[in-house]
């Protein structure tokens, strides 16, 4: 293995930044502003990532066109999370979220206008005036296209800042010291299959969700989960898996993204008798109540035999009353996915949807810096030196048990410039680099080795299909003990059948295959997280509903779940329910 480590190439940074998304970019771009040596690693070209896929919007109380402000929206977003949401990471991303859509404003993104030239918000799910009362329109939308739109300027800005990109490389593990210290990270360059040794005085992991967990689901294929296995591979907790959100309305059967946005703009859904039945779950908030409210009540309407088409499968989202206009200039891609995949065009024509798995509100714990916390000797949140997270793969925890549509985005361009500042204040005491520990480089390249194996009698195909049927069928939008612990088996199962899983194909070049192969790793591991946490929390709370215990239990279960790879060991931590500066919003019912 030493002849083998002296041939790989080295590079050194000051950050190593994983993930070309959003928060990745975010981060990247403030570094590279303060003059950071920066290099940022991405299994695919930065504007392929998934950020490119956000349609609806980026919330802020800019207040251009109803009332507004940032204690409102920070009730709001408290309210959304079912009380699980961290309320001092709460205040900090709603008090700078104003400011940093005019930044983004500034950094080139092209925000749709109102008539007096200000940046256009329309209304979004779960978001009120006057903590509670009527419905704001807080979210500030460039079309439906508002997550293309920041990720390319980001990219731009990146550009322009002389941030060092690392296209198409794939990260195997983290490498660390024996105090903890992350040093940086082994990865694969996917054009040649040689290994790269990269050292850094930081490490951010900005890898995205891991959706692909489900059949059924909005993410790109790229959404694997690899940030959060690597952080799991090295002993770091993963915070609140069970909480998974399910979007309300996926294209029915194929499970592509209609934007809430649609319904922001006067759209709404009806059941097979022409019912808006939203009315009947939601009184006040009807068609923009929560994700998790919607996506249980379209459930229930096909459940109870009020579905639509001839297999009663699925409901119905009318925007055909907006008129062509709106939807021309509003919801252009939405207009352009629905004829490609359904071959109807929305202007006259009713969209077929039905709920599909979309974001993870669980993640790597962090803390409001973007630093990763995990416990160890003095208390549950302590930093594990040199390793940050920000975006989908962390866990702030801004999101708690359900998230706010539009707040994903805020989340990426708050915590990813946060988690670069604090980055900029660690650099200015860290002159040199650590010492690269070799029994830890060690144990990355023999990970990379163990797909160099032969004669295995399981293929990656099968059994990341396997997979995603699993938790699809075990860990779905409504959950009891049996089935989920029947998941746990299952899951556990095909965790055993992955050391059977061999490669046909050995070859170096661009060979997609083993990249595959690791992302089938990541995902089990991301799965067992998922199923084991939601077998262990007996009670109903925003994403997570139990119909064996249909209510929210804040007595014994006002907790953050932890979840160790080693031995699948479950621990918890507290809620942090006290703000910033503001008085704590105390759990009550939560109603639309």
Not at 129 to 144: H, K, L, P, S, V
């Amino acid at each position: 293995m030493t002849g083998i480590v002296k041939q790989i190439e080295r590079r050194r940074f000051d950050a190593l930044v994983i993930g070309a998304g959003g928060g990745g970019l975010r981060a990247a771009l403030q570094l590279a502003q303060a003059e950071a040596d920066v290099a940022v690693v991405s299994k695919v070209f930065p504007t392929r990532s998934h950020t490119v896929a956000a349609q609806g919007g980026i919330n802020a109380a800019l207040a251009n066109v109803r009332p507004d402000n940032w204690h409102w929206h920070m009730y709001d977003t408290v309210k959304g999370s079912d009380y699980l949401g961290d309320q001092d990471a709460i205040e900090y991303m709603c008090r700078a979220a104003s400011r940093l859509v005019y930044e983004l404003e500034h950094f080139g993104v092209p925000f749709s206008r109102l008539d007096n030239g200000k940046i256009y918000q329309r209304p979004f799910g779960g978001q009120s005036q006057n903590f509670g009362g009527e419905q704001a329109a807080r979210t500030c939308a460039a079309a439906d296209r508002t997550g293309h739109a920041i990720l390319h300027s980001l990219y731009q800005q990146n550009i322009r800042a002389k941030t060092h990109f690392f296209d198409e490389y794939f990260a195997i593990d983290l490498l660390s010291d024996p105090e903890g210290y992350v040093q940086g990270a082994l990865v694969l360059c996917i054009e040649t299959g040689e290994p790269l040794i990269i050292e850094a005085k930081t490490t951010l992991l900005a890898t995205g969700g891991a959706g692909q967990i489900y059949r059924t689901n909005t993410n790109a294929r790229i959404n694997t989960g690899d940030g959060m296995a690597m952080a799991l591979r090295a002993g770091i907790p993963l915070q609140d898996m069970e909480f998974f959100q399910f979007h309300p309305t996926g294209i029915a059967g194929k499970g592509m993204l209609i934007t809430e946005g649609s319904r922001g703009e006067g759209g709404y859904l009806v059941n097979k008798d022409g019912e808006r039945f939203m009315e009947r779950y939601a009184p006040t908030a009807k068609d923009l109540a929560s994700r998790d409210v919607v996506s249980r009540s379209i459930f229930t309407e096909v459940k109870e035999g009020r579905g639509c088409g001839p297999n009663g499968d699925h409901v119905l989202l009318k925007v055909d009353h907006l008129g062509a206009d709106v939807i021309k200039s509003r919801l252009p891609g939405i207009r352009d996915m629905v004829r490609t995949f359904l071959h109807i065009d929305p202007i006259d024509s009713p969209i077929p949807v039905y709920p599909t798995a979309h974001y993870t509100m669980g993640g790597i714990p962090t803390n409001r810096f973007g630093q990763v916390v995990a416990p160890e000797h003095h208390g549950a949140e302590e930093p594990v030196p040199g390793l940050y997270a920000v975006g989908e793969c962390a866990c702030v925890s801004v999101h708690g048990a359900n998230r706010l549509g539009g707040n994903s985005l805020l989340d990426i361009v708050v915590f990813g410039r946060a988690a670069g500042n604090h980055i900029i204040e660690v650099l200015k005491e860290s002159r040199y680099h650590r010492p690269l520990d070799q029994a830890s480089l060690d144990r990355a390249l023999a990970h990379l080795a163990r797909w160099e194996r032969t004669g295995g009698s399981e293929t990656v195909d099968s059994l990341r299909t396997d997979l995603q049927r699993t938790m699809e069928d075990y860990c779905g939008v409504f959950r009891t003990q049996d089935v989920l612990d029947e998941g746990v088996r299952k899951v556990r199962d095909i965790e055993r059948r992955l050391a059977d899983v061999t490669l046909q194909d050995h070859s170096r070049v661009f060979n997609t295959a083993r990249i595959e192969a690791f992302e089938l790793e990541n995902l089990v591991d991301v799965a067992l997280a998922a199923v084991t946490s939601a077998a262990a929390r007996h009670e109903s709370r925003g994403a997570h509903s139990r119909i064996d215990h249909p209510t929210r239990d804040d007595e014994h279960w006002l907790k953050h779940s932890l979840y160790f790879r080693d031995g699948g060991q479950l621990d918890y931590k507290p809620v942090r329910t006290r703000p910033l500066t503001v008085d704590s919003f105390p759990p009550k019912a939560r109603v639309y």
